[in-house]
């Protein structure tokens, strides 16, 4: 069969959803409008995540009150991917002295970054209670 | 418990567009061959276990769209989403079980038709991570990063190991020919995500894979030329960004699961059949599985593994199939000499999130 007997149809399913965020994850996003990272510590083993989240990923335990930490993350890896805007440095972040490591966007040359560079959150002018309040990370310039 | 056993294997060719058919026309030339294979009909099979993805397939309830040619109307369907060496231990355990004799398990994916980028990140949570934007490839490209900086993989071998994956291919009759290619072709291939190459990443590819299994007396009843599965285990890890990118324990847990039920020690197997989206992972899960890098093409993936060109779903269930024909002496141009243990491999999820490992012998 040649190329041009091959019918193909082009469709797309639009799916729109509403997110219900839960109790916690609410109070990380909300969180982030007052410029705040929260984060959950199980009160069963001690594990510590950030971002804050219902359940403890060690040992299932609800993990329902959150505690403010300090805005201050540890680079744990980073890729810089092609994009349609040139390049982005996708990062896994440390924050504070969680337990666990988060996704998030680094805005620095990939060449410059190191493995343990602490890092702060760029906030967006109005930040809303999305992850993207926070614009991207940054490496803490030594002074 | 009920020995059980491969009677019979079949594979569409896999290619990276296969526009001259759909969905369940791709798979039906997987069935055909696997009927033929095992010397049955369809309406002999009294189970079945599909693997399917939605997403990929682009509608819900994506099984039934194969129904008519899996022949699973008023039998026991059931249906896995996730790679079909998944969907190979769940009907493994209904014969082993004793409640049901011979089954077909399917699988089928065509990466051709949807957008990659936009169905792999459905797959993050919707709260944090499917903002940014992520795929499979960022993930890959942190964890590959962590694993080159701490020695858990090595850039250049990770490069050669997808060379000789598509040369293993061109002895593979079930994939479309690739381009050769040397460890420097893959190192200057454009970039994926830093440090990994779009080389590095398995081909697309459409596909499909089926096998025939049997409990021992309808193997006995049939004259089937049986491959026993001796061992086989599946472990799910905790979500990726909670595990670390050197952490192989859920790997190692079906190994050592699968291994115990087969009552191996860790390396007997002849042949070693290993699944992994990109070339830093074949790397890791090769060393855990036993499999000696230095012997890529021969005793580990003869076949060329998932970087001859298996699609998601698929992939896994093609490194059983691979591992049946090596078995019983029929793997052709790829045939490794005195393969009477093996030991298949497959993985799904964000990160390699799950793992199964399937032991297969000449003997019950
Ligand atoms: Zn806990």
Same mark, same amino acid.
């Given at each position: 069969?040649?190329?041009?007997?091959?019918?193909?149809?082009?469709?797309?399913?639009?799916?729109?959803?509403?997110?219900?965020?839960?109790?916690?994850?609410?109070?990380?996003?909300?969180?982030?409008?007052?410029?705040?990272?929260?984060?959950?510590?199980?009160?069963?083993?001690?594990?510590?995540?950030?971002?804050?989240?219902?359940?403890?990923?060690?040992?299932?335990?609800?993990?329902?009150?959150?505690?403010?930490?300090?805005?201050?993350?540890?680079?744990?890896?980073?890729?810089?991917?092609?994009?349609?805007?040139?390049?982005?440095?996708?990062?896994?972040?440390?924050?504070?002295?969680?337990?666990?490591?988060?996704?998030?966007?680094?805005?620095?040359?990939?060449?410059?970054?190191?493995?343990?560079?602490?890092?702060?959150?760029?906030?967006?002018?109005?930040?809303?209670?999305?992850?993207?309040?926070?614009?991207?990370?940054?490496?803490?310039?030594?002074? | 418990?009920?020995?059980?056993?491969?009677?019979?294997?079949?594979?569409?060719?896999?290619?990276?567009?296969?526009?001259?058919?759909?969905?369940?026309?791709?798979?039906?030339?997987?069935?055909?061959?696997?009927?033929?294979?095992?010397?049955?009909?369809?309406?002999?099979?009294?189970?079945?276990?599909?693997?399917?993805?939605?997403?990929?397939?682009?509608?819900?309830?994506?099984?039934?769209?194969?129904?008519?040619?899996?022949?699973?109307?008023?039998?026991?369907?059931?249906?896995?989403?996730?790679?079909?060496?998944?969907?190979?231990?769940?009907?493994?355990?209904?014969?082993?079980?004793?409640?049901?004799?011979?089954?077909?398990?399917?699988?089928?994916?065509?990466?051709?038709?949807?957008?990659?980028?936009?169905?792999?990140?459905?797959?993050?949570?919707?709260?944090?991570?499917?903002?940014?934007? @992520?795929?499979? $490839?960022? +993930? !890959?490209? =942190?964890? *590959?990063?962590?694993?080159?900086?701490? &020695? %858990? /993989?090595?850039?250049?071998?990770?490069?050669?190991?997808?060379?000789?994956?598509?040369?293993?291919?061109?002895?593979?009759?079930?994939?479309?020919?690739?381009?050769?290619?040397?460890?420097?072709?893959?190192?200057?291939?454009?970039?994926?995500?830093?440090?990994?190459?779009?080389?590095?990443?398995?081909?697309?590819?459409?596909?499909?894979?089926?096998?025939?299994? @049997?409990?021992? $007396?309808? +193997? !006995?009843? =049939?004259? *089937?030329?049986?491959?026993?599965?001796? &061992? %086989? /285990?599946?472990?799910?890890?905790?979500?990726?960004?909670?595990?670390?990118?050197?952490?192989?324990?859920?790997?190692?847990?079906?190994?050592?699961?699968?291994?115990?039920?087969?009552?191996?020690?860790?390396?007997?197997?002849?042949?070693?059949?290993?699944?992994?989206?990109?070339?830093?992972?074949?790397?890791?899960?090769?060393?855990?599985?036993?499999?000696?890098?230095?012997?890529?093409?021969?005793?580990?993936?003869?076949?060329?593994?998932?970087?001859?060109?298996?699609?998601?779903?698929?992939?896994?269930?093609?490194?059983?199939?691979?591992?049946?024909?090596?078995?019983?002496?029929?793997?052709?141009?790829?045939?490794?000499?005195?393969?009477?243990?093996?030991?298949?491999?497959?993985?799904?999820?964000?990160?390699?999130?799950?793992?199964?490992?399937?032991?297969?012998?000449?003997?019950?």
């Amino acid at each position: 069969m040649t190329l041009s007997e091959e019918l193909i149809l082009h469709q797309k399913i639009n799916l729109p959803y509403r997110y219900t965020a839960g109790t916690v994850t609410e109070t990380f996003l909300e969180g982030l409008t007052e410029r705040t990272i929260r984060g959950t510590r199980c009160a069963a083993c001690g594990h510590f995540s950030v971002p804050a989240r219902p359940f403890c990923p060690v040992c299932s335990e609800h993990t329902s009150s959150t505690e403010d930490v300090e805005p201050l993350g540890h680079l744990e890896s980073w890729t810089e991917t092609p994009h349609e805007s040139g390049s982005r440095v996708f990062a896994l972040i440390r924050i504070a002295d969680a337990d666990n490591v988060a996704l998030h966007l680094v805005d620095a040359d990939p060449n410059t970054l190191e493995e343990g560079m602490a890092l702060e959150p760029q906030w967006t002018p109005d930040p809303e209670a999305e992850i993207t309040a926070i614009r991207a990370w940054r490496p803490i310039r030594e002074t | 418990m009920a020995q059980v056993a491969v009677i019979g294997v079949g594979q569409s060719v896999h290619a990276p567009e296969r526009n001259d058919v759909a969905h369940a026309e791709l798979l039906q030339e997987a069935i055909d061959e696997a009927l033929d294979d095992a010397g049955i009909e369809l309406a002999d099979i009294d189970n079945a276990v599909t693997a399917s993805l939605d997403f990929y397939d682009g509608r819900t309830i994506a099984n039934m769209a194969v129904a008519e040619v899996v022949g699973s109307y008023l039998k026991a369907e059931s249906r896995v989403c996730s790679d079909a060496i998944h969907a190979l231990t769940y009907g493994w355990s209904r014969i082993a079980d004793g409640q049901f004799r011979l089954g077909l398990i399917t699988a089928h994916c065509k990466e051709s038709e949807g957008n990659l980028h936009d169905i792999e990140n459905a797959a993050f949570d919707p709260f944090i991570e499917r903002r940014l934007d @992520a795929d499979d $490839d960022v +993930v !890959a490209g =942190l964890y *590959a990063r962590t694993a080159f900086a701490h &020695g %858990a /993989a090595d850039r250049e071998n990770a490069a050669a190991l997808v060379a000789a994956a598509r040369a293993s291919a061109s002895r593979n009759p079930k994939v479309a020919p690739l381009e050769m290619v040397d460890t420097a072709a893959v190192l200057e291939s454009p970039v994926l995500a830093t440090p990994l190459r779009t080389l590095d990443r398995a081909p697309r590819s459409d596909g499909s894979c089926v096998l025939v299994i @049997a409990s021992a $007396d309808t +193997v !006995a009843a =049939l004259d *089937a030329d049986p491959v026993w599965i001796t &061992g %086989a /285990a599946i472990s799910t890890g905790r979500y990726w960004s909670d595990r670390h990118p050197l952490d192989m324990a859920t790997l190692e847990s079906a190994r050592d699961e699968a291994l115990a039920m087969a009552g191996w020690s860790s390396n007997v197997a002849d042949v070693i059949e290993v699944s992994a989206k990109y070339s830093f992972q074949l790397q890791q899960f090769a060393a855990v599985l036993g499999a000696d890098e230095s012997d890529a093409g021969g005793a580990f993936n003869p076949s060329g593994g998932r970087h001859a060109g298996n699609p998601t779903v698929v992939a896994g269930l093609s490194r059983v199939a691979e591992c049946v024909e090596q078995i019983r002496g029929r793997a052709g141009d790829r045939q490794v000499s005195r393969a009477e243990k093996a030991i298949a491999h497959g993985v799904t999820g964000l990160g390699a999130q799950a793992h199964a490992v399937v032991t297969m012998e000449t003997a019950a």
